[in-house]
């Protein structure tokens, strides 16, 4: 309201002057019909294109003065835009160049951080949800990709991981890392042929990932498919001969086959690279036994449930022994 107050002022200021302008001329042709000297009338003439000049700058100060509606544009009228502007990442699953909102921009790094800090502190249900939080508010919801898969499956949500993992892919298709990680929770679900599949899709992206390779002959061994096993962990540790993976892998072929000596050769290897990985220790420990050696078998056993005590079956084994001495 005082913006038109402040108008409505100045309108009368102008009519003032208007009047005071109209005397000015009369007085002005007065002089000028009554005498002849220029320096006189001149003057006067040019005060009044002045004045005049005056007003009109007056009424064009008062005009920016009024008050005009502000136009409101529609929330949904950013993400037309930058979904037009750019088709390819919006279709790929690219963070658009616009559309999120000030609060989104205030709100998501805050979310991230928070859900950072859960899986630091090891309290993976809440960071799945935070990374849900994430998702559903984001302009860019595939930035959540892959942690909100991998939070899932280590809160022990397997399900709930696989339809993060889902939502993931159908955001961006060609994250390796995703694809990756959907496939090894696939293997828990024991869906082997959906987890090869995924896996060789990294594995024609990339051929030199040697994760997508591993996979790959974790499925096979699992299937029982013992010589393509052993075949992609040759493949494997010809590229990275400290693999332990692939050494676990050529280890357990190698005991399931028979060929015990040459097992526990692989393991020994395997553990003397990583010597905090129980399952090269519980291999050990299952062909001492089997080759009638407690006292390695026990050793083992202990060092494996030292490194893994939830291993229900090595404590069997190890119960067991101890009894039977």
């Known amino acids: 309201m005082q913006p038109r107050r402040f108008q409505n002022n100045r309108l009368s200021d102008e009519a003032q002057l208007l009047m005071d302008g109209r005397r000015l001329l009369r007085r002005a042709i ?36 009024v008050d005009h509606p502000k136009l409101i544009t529609p929330a949904s009228s950013n993400v037309a835009v930058s979904a037009s502007a ?29 859900a950072q800090e859960a899986h630091r502190a090891q309290q993976y249900g809440d960071e799945a949800k935070l990374w849900q ?6 302009g860019a919801p595939q930035e959540a990709c892959p942690q909100i898969g991998k939070a899932y499956e280590l809160a022990g949500d397997v ?48 051929p030199k990932n040697l994760d997508a390779q591993t996979g790959l002959a974790l499925v096979a061994l699992k299937e029982g498919q013992l010589s393509e096993a052993q075949q992609e962990a040759k493949d494997i540790l010809h590229k990275a001969p400290t693999s332990t993976d692939a050494l676990l892998i050529a280890g357990i072929v190698a005991w399931r086959e028979g060929r015990l000596a040459e097992a526990e050769t692989i393991f020994l290897r395997g553990a003397g690279l990583d010597d905090r990985r129980a399952d090269f220790h519980a291999f050990l420990g299952r062909i001492a036994e089997a080759q009638r050696r407690p006292q390695d078998a026990l050793r083992q056993y202990d060092r494996a449930l030292a490194l893994d005590p939830n291993d229900s079956e090595i404590a069997e084994r190890r119960d067991r022994l101890q009894d039977n001495r």
């Open 86 to 114: 750019d088709p390819v990442s919006h279709a790929s699953g690219a963070a658009p160049s616009g559309g999120v909102s000030a609060e989104n921009d205030d709100d998501n790094p805050d979310i991230r951080k928070r």
């Open 30 to 65: 007065r002089l000028i019909t009554e005498t002849s000297k220029i320096k006189v009338w001149v003057p006067l003439l040019c005060s009044f294109i002045l004045t005049l000049y005056y007003l009109y700058t007056l009424h064009a100060k008062a005009e920016m003065t």
């Open 159 to 206: 399900d709930g991981s696989v339809q993060a993992y889902e939502k993931c892919v159908s955001l961006d298709g060609g994250n390796v890392d995703t694809l990756i990680g959907f496939a090894h929770v696939l293997q828990q679900k024991r869906d082997f042929n959906r987890a090869a599949t995924l896996y060789r899709q990294c594995v024609s992206k990339d």
């Open 133 to 138: 939080d994430f998702m559903d508010h984001s």
